[in-house]
């Protein structure tokens, strides 16, 4: 007598068939219909409403419920311009120097800075160390302006100069750069007599190289340009392999001064 394991299964019948199908139908039905009086009885959006009270809150609302520290307002600070009365005169064009101040005042207002004109020795003697003097093209200089100018420095203040500074006297009588170099403490100071192609290459990590790129250099017309030789090296002078360029007067490698 074979067991129930070794029966075959029965086929199933068309009326088998249909059952399930008429069952299936049944169910589908009940679903529609308690959907549809779900729909006609109960308030969607209250109960949306309801979800949405229960729900997280936003992420700018939980950004604006956080004592968040206040941040420091910008430090307001001073730059005082330098205008040269006798430089001024030096450049055949009369309009080249006032171009040039406002060029810088323009500079230092675009970083935030309250920008003063000073015009005389005592005005750069009532420099406090902390100031930063401004001093463009200011080629030629008089006995009292030169010791003004080597006093803020001597006290700590802070100098950004372009050009010559100092390279003439107060007739514009031509005496060399003795004066720039004892200001930039450098051991000497020169001219890169101009040779196509020249570059102002600047090393990675300086304050200089600020927002450029590793190793860039800096294309320059061909014209004398003034370089020292002091240490450590900020920007210097090269040819387009990167190779320093040597000047006369033992100038080399230096911090580069330009317009």
Known sequence: MAGLADRPPRARTPWAWGGAILLLGTLTAGLVGAAILLWRFIDIDKLLEAAEGDAPPAVEEVVAELSLPELPAAVPWTAYIYESRRSAAFFPDA?????????????????????????????????????????????????????????????????????????????????????????????????????PPTYMTVPHGSVLAAGLPPGVRIELRTEPWITLRAAPSSIFWSDWSLNPLAASGGGAAGAALTE
């Not at 004109?117 to 463009?136: G, K, Y």
């Open 95 to 195: 309009e080249y120097y006032p171009r040039l101040i406002a060029r810088w005042e323009g500079l230092l207002d675009d970083l935030g800075a309250g920008v003063r004109h000073l015009s005389s020795r005592d005005d750069l003697d009532s420099l406090s160390a902390n100031d930063l003097l401004v001093i463009p093209a200011g080629v030629c200089l008089g006995d009292e302006e030169r010791g003004a100018i080597r006093r803020h420095a001597e006290r700590g203040g802070n100098l950004l100069v372009t050009w010559a500074l100092g390279a003439r006297d107060a007739s514009c009588a031509w005496l060399g750069y003795d004066y720039l170099r004892e200001l930039a403490d450098a051991g000497s100071a020169g001219t890169l007599e101009g040779q």
